[in-house]
């Protein structure tokens, strides 16, 4: 069972990345993972129109209560190397999520390759707040839309589908 | 009528409103939520334990978590805010040998109210006892009505201890 931080930080960000953008609702849709995967606790799908591809991306999220670094308000997280690598290696883009427990905010930083060492502290640069979630959502469309959507061939075909 | 989510309505409702539910209760640290799996609409989707000692205890209240887009017609009378829910207490709740509270929010503005479904009413007389909710009224979910809905749990907790060491 996933420690209590953990659990109130996993609902400050499903809360966060559920607020409404307009009339039509949320433009994510988390889901929880579960504590047995190893390295992503979320994976988080675009809202889109039915019937379009549905992009998606991954999550790590980390939660703290000793608040930020005087000397350039860093949110006090850390993520050990061997994490930050399985990130990385992911194909789909992936990111870590640092709250402020106390504040109720969050913050997203790329984990998409660009560093490989272990983190001890995560810039607070980009607040999940509704300008930082429009450029995730793009990032994350504009990812897929480069993906043609019949790229796999499988050998699993029901010739027989009903 | 404002209608209430259910399990066929936007899928934000209900993890939205269980994601707040959760964020509000553990701004206490005392307090250790769970979600409870239900098959009833009516049923209940949290069980939150009063931490005690820095442990757990077998001190627990039930919530059962509603929500809406929006509240188009709350009707405020001295404070509270009287919003219709289509599912109010049930056999279900009935059943329940412990406190039930219901909480309620509103997306569009994350506002959260509240009502209890079973409340606990200490009774000098009889020992404490359980009343199921007649009134609609919600009233602001705050940390301060939080508190409150503690104390009052603890209380009847104090009281059944109390009864059942009378009685043995």
Sequence with gaps: MRDALGQRGEAIFTVLMTEFHGPYGPIFRPQFLGDKWPCVDFVIELVVEAGSMTPYFFVQVKTTRQGYRHKDRRLKVQVPKPHVCALARYPAPTYIIGIDEAQEQGYVVSANGEHLTSMSSLATDFPLNRPTREVLWSEVSRFWSAYPHSALTSAFVDPNWR | MLGAATKSQPWYLRQRAESLAIMYLTRRQDLIV??????????????????????????????????????????????????????????????????VLLFFFTMKDDQGYFRWIKEPVPDRKAGASLLMATSSALMPLTDAAIESIVVEVDAWYDRQAQSETTAG
């Design chain 2, 34 to 99: 769970a979600r409870h799996e239900s098959d009833s609409d009516a049923g209940l989707d949290l069980l939150v334990t009063i931490g005690r000692d820095g442990g757990s205890s077998g001190r627990i209240f039930g919530v059962t978590v509603k929500a809406a887009v929006s509240s188009h017609n709350p009707h405020r009378n001295g404070g509270h805010t009287e919003i219709e829910s289509t599912n109010g207490a049930s056999s279900y709740h009935q059943d329940i040998p412990f406190p």
